[in-house]
Every structure is written in structure tokens, then in C-alpha cells.
């Protein structure tokens, strides 16, 4: 059972590059979530989908683009890297709802 | 605009000791608060959902208690496998699929 899975693990960037974080989920849930992870301010939602085909902007989406590619995938882009996106990146998923989401390992990544 | 604040940040407990953790939320409209366990270099882990006050749910050594303000994460005679960060989040009424989480408590259980 994978659950959900994220790559890379994690990453290094020099200011300005770009990169796609990839999720995949194989538990055939509705409902995916980018969320960002940084000391003292817990988990901050950046992006969600409710169903295949539709997203929406969470807390602190500006910098960010996503794509929801079909229903196991969601995909998160950073267009052009800041060294304030340096963070801990989760996906997750849920059935309809958020009741008990699945997380994956994360993306540890570094903008220098 | 949600809030949820979990106390105290860290805490350090004996085997056997037990304590309680605390989530203390504002919210317009609670559907559900739930509580997680993170170990370090993974994603969270579900462990709980509280829909309503007065609820309890257990599993193993935790117990999660919810009233109108507050939830309690109880542990009952750690042990060091319990050690993680432990973090709390709400779902509200009209916040589509969101979940606004709080900073967690990083509990270690010695020997």
C-alpha cells in the first residue's frame, strides 16, 4: 500500500529556477492538498483540489501553481524559486471531506 | 479568521508519566478537530477526529477529548515510542475541504 507518494524528497534550487513537486495518491480519493511546513508556523495550506478537474487557493498560494493532471495526480509548481519557499512540502489526500487525510514523506527544499 | 493554539510547545516526560496536551481553537462553526501524530522526517499521521463536545476517542495509550473551546490529547503511561510531534487541526463549517492547523507539541518520552 503506497498511500501517497512525493518526489523529489528533496531538492536544491538556486534562486529564480523552477520545479514541479510531484504527488500521486492510489487510494482513488476525491480530495488533494498542498500544504507547506516551516518552524513555529505549522502547516499552511498553499493549494487544494475538492474533485478531478477543480482547484482552489488555500492560505498562502502566491508564488505557486498547481495542476490536478487526473485523479491520482496533483502536481505543485514553483515558476521562479525565492529563498522564502525554502519549507517542507506535503501532499495529501482524503475521501469527500478532509476526514483523515493521508500524508506522503514530504519534499525537503532549499532555495540558496 | 480560524485559530488554533497548542500548548505547551515541547514537553518532556518520564516513562509512565502521564499528561495531557492541549488544542485550544476559535473557529465559526466547528464540523470536526482532529489530532495527528508527526514523527520526524515523515508526514503526519491521523490519529483522531472530534465532531461534537463531550466527545472521547482512544486508541492504545491516547485519548482525545473535545469541548467548546479546547480538545485534550490524554497520555496515559507513555512510552518512548510515543515521542513525535502531536499537532491539531480544525474543520469548519462553509470552509470547503480546509483544515486550519496549529504548531503542534513535540513530545519525547525518556526512559
Known amino acids: 500500500n503506497a498511500g501517497v507518494t512525493q518526489t523529489p524528497k528533496f531538492q536544491v534550487l538556486k534562486t529564480g529556477q523552477s520545479m514541479t513537486l510531484q504527488c500521486a495518491q492510489d487510494?482513488?480519493?476525491?480530495?488533494m492538498y498542498w500544504y507547506r511546513q516551516d518552524p513555529g508556523m505549522g502547516l499552511r495550506l498553499i493549494y487544494y483540489?475538492?474533485?478531478?478537474?477543480?482547484?482552489d487557493k488555500g492560505e498562502v498560494p502566491n508564488g505557486y501553481n498547481v495542476s490536478r493532471l487526473n485523479k491520482r495526480e496533483f502536481s505543485l509548481r514553483l515558476e521562479s524559486a525565492a529563498p522564502s519557499q525554502t519549507s517542507v512540502y506535503f501532499c495529501?489526500?482524503?475521501?469527500?471531506?478532509?476526514?483523515?487525510?493521508?500524508f506522503g514523506s514530504g519534499t525537503r527544499l532549499t532555495v540558496v | 479568521e480560524d485559530q488554533v493554539t497548542q500548548s505547551p510547545e515541547a514537553l518532556r516526560l518520564q516513562e509512565g508519566e502521564s499528561s495531557s496536551l492541549n488544542c485550544s481553537y476559535t473557529v465559526s462553526g466547528l464540523r470536526g478537530l482532529f489530532w495527528y501524530r508527526q514523527d520526524p522526517g515523515k508526514g503526519p499521521e491521523f490519529l483522531f477526529t472530534?465532531?461534537?463536545a463531550g466527545e472521547e476517542k482512544e486508541k492504545e495509550r491516547l485519548k482525545a477529548t473535545l469541548t467548546k473551546k479546547e480538545s485534550f490529547l490524554h497520555i496515559t503511561a507513555p512510552k518512548p515510542e510515543d515521542s513525535a510531534t502531536y499537532l491539531c487541526a480544525v474543520h469548519r463549517t462553509g470552509g470547503g475541504n480546509k483544515l486550519t492547523f496549529g504548531t503542534g507539541t513535540q513530545l519525547k518520552v525518556e526512559l
Open positions: 472530534l465532531y461534537s
Open positions: 483540489s475538492a474533485s478531478e478537474g477543480t482547484t
Open positions: 495529501a489526500s482524503s475521501d469527500v471531506g478532509p476526514w483523515g487525510y493521508t
Open positions: 487510494m482513488n480519493h476525491n480530495s
